[in-house]
Structure formats: C-alpha cells, structure tokens
C-alpha cells in the first residue's frame, strides 16, 4: 500500500499554489480563480462517474485521481483547509460510532 496520503498531496498543493513557477498548473489554476477551478472539479467528477458506469476500473482510477486533485485545490482557493472536511468526516463518523466498530477484531 503506498503511504502517499492526501495530506501529502495537499501540503504539495500548498508549496505550488504559493510559488511563481509558471510552468506549475496548480498556480496557473489558482490564477484561474474558484469559478475555473469549480468547474473542472465537476468535469472531473462527471469524467469519474461516466468511467465507473462504464465499468472502466483503469480510467475510473486515473479520473479519481483527477478528481482528488482538483477538489483539493478548489478547498485551497476556497480557503477551507483540508483538515477541516476530515474533522467534518470524523465528526460524522463518531455519531454513528462505526469507527471503534471497525478497528475492533471481527467475532
Ligand atoms: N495530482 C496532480 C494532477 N492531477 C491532474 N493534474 C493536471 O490536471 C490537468 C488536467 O488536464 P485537462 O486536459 O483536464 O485540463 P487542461 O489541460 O488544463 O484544459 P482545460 O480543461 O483547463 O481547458 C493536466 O494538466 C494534469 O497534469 C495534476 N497536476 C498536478 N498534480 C499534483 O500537483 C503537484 C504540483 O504540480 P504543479 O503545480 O504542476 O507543479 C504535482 O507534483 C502532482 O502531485
């Protein structure tokens, strides 16, 4: 399993977002603003949908990854900080109390 989180990628996202690298796609991005970035997070989610019907694992894999990427930097020019969706997730997951559940042996 790789150890590549999405902390990482977001911490990398970061770093890009705030240098003056041209060639960085993540700052061509962030000079495109929320409404350009917005849009290809739902070209990329369509993209992943449209793959996952289709049965396609090895495109569904490459547009998830996409997808993954764009979402965090659509949070990033929304200034929302990554951390603040996993506490939303883990938030959501206390409630329902799965997560003792899961980490418990099974029997
Ligand atoms: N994970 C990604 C990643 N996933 C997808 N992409 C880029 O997303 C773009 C999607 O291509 P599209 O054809 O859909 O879009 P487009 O060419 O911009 O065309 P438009 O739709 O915008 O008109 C490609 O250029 C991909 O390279 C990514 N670019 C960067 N990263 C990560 O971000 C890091 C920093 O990248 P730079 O900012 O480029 O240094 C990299 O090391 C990677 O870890």
């Known amino acids: 399993m790789t150890e590549f989180t999405l902390s990482d990628l977001d911490r990398i996202i970061g770093v890009r977002a705030a240098s003056d690298d041209a060639m960085s796609y993540t700052r ?5 603003g929320v409404p350009k970035i917005a849009q290809k997070v739902g070209e ?4 992943a949908a449209i ?10 894999t490459g547009e998830a990854a996409d ?5 965090l930097v659509l949070l990033r020019a929304s200034d929302i900080a990554l ?21 418990r042996p099974a029997g």
Do not use: C, N
């Open 83 to 103: 951390d603040d969706v996993m506490a939303e997730l883990a938030r959501r997951t206390a409630q329902t109390g799965l997560e003792e559940k899961a980490s």
């Open 44 to 47: 990329e989610a369509v993209e």
């Open 67 to 71: 997808l993954l990427y764009h979402l």
């Open 28 to 32: 061509k991005l962030m000079d495109k």
């Open 51 to 60: 793959a996952a019907v289709r049965g396609d694992r090895s495109e569904l």
